[in-house]
């Protein structure tokens, strides 16, 4: 090889360094940058679980309110019947998304101000099964600045953007991994079949692909083929799965993924997911 050429695949390899460098780094920032507070709410049973991952007495519980009846009496008595309003026509399918802006009510009798975002997931007739999604402390933006919110308003804006794809015909399952997965700072793209997915991998060229097991076997298989990655890039693949079945996991293993998700995704389960593969994709650099 001439000494242009040897020049020539160095710099190409150190760009390709570089490049999985600035992902990696992507991830680690946003992980230590989330503005958000999760909740999720298992509509059949009543039970709310919440997590905030700047408490670290909440991350092992089962979340401040247990119900939604306390959710509903913590909010400020003027928000109330709005945040009711909102939630139901969410629950019926009147707005594509549940959204609203309420104050909360701590035991101190400090208001907080919350900015919540939440997607329903339905049963095969429509019924409301699952409410997950996320609220945002906005207390700040309020009129009420705090040395907190102002450094972790910095910290979020200085993230690099991690862009992760998720390919699920679960619509409400996509959705609610993808707002997961914004609470990180994530530029998410949504495929909702395998022709899709390959046209938004081969456009967006994510990092990060989030891809549903339930698709037929060969779709997952060809799908995974048929992936062009650049030389020198590596796309960490993570399997979705209502299954924790030996033969999910045996499958995940000889296709090659990387990590593997149970559905209904929880955020705790998805923090720790992506800091293991932050980890491991530092042992490889």
Request: some cysteine; overall charge negative; hydrophobic content about 45%.
């Amino acid at each position: 090889m001439t000494q242009l050429g040897r020049k020539a695949n160095f710099g190409l390899k150190a760009a390709h360094e570089e490049r999985a460098r600035r992902n990696e780094l992507a991830l680690r920032l946003a992980l230590r940058a989330v503005p958000m507070i999760s909740f999720e709410w298992d509509i059949v049973r009543d039970i709310v679980r919440r997590f905030d991952p700047f408490d670290s007495d909440m991350s092992s519980s089962t979340g401040m309110f247990s119900r939604f009846a306390a959710v509903r009496d913590a909010v400020h008595p003027e928000d109330r019947v709005r945040f009711c309003a909102d939630i139901e026509a969410a629950l019926l399918g009147e707005t594509e998304r549940f959204e609203t802006e309420i104050r909360i009510l701590g035991p101190d009798g400090i208001v907080t101000w919350f900015r919540e975002r939440g997607v329903v997931e339905r049963d095969q007739r429509g019924r409301p099964l699952r409410m997950i999604g996320v609220a945002h402390d906005v207390t700040a933006q309020r009129g009420k600045p705090s040395l907190e919110a102002a450094s972790a308003c910095t910290a979020a804006n200085a993230t690099p953007s991690l862009r992760a794809l998720v390919i699920d015909e679960n619509r409400d399952a996509a959705d609610a991994l993808a707002l997961l997965l914004g609470t990180f700072g994530t530029r998410v793209r949504l495929a909702y079949s395998g022709a899709g997915g390959l046209a938004a991998l081969n456009e967006f060229k994510p990092p990060l692909v989030f891809l549903d097991m339930a698709m037929p076997y060969l779709d997952v298989v060809d799908l995974i083929r048929r992936m062009h990655v650049p030389e020198g890039d590596r796309i960490s693949l993570v399997a979705l799965s209502a299954s924790r079945a030996e033969r999910t996991v045996q499958l995940v293993k000889d296709v090659g993924f990387d990590g593997l998700l149970i559905k209904p995704v929880r955020f705790e389960t998805l923090l720790d997911l992506l800091e293991e593969l932050s980890c491991h994709e530092t042992k490889q650099a």
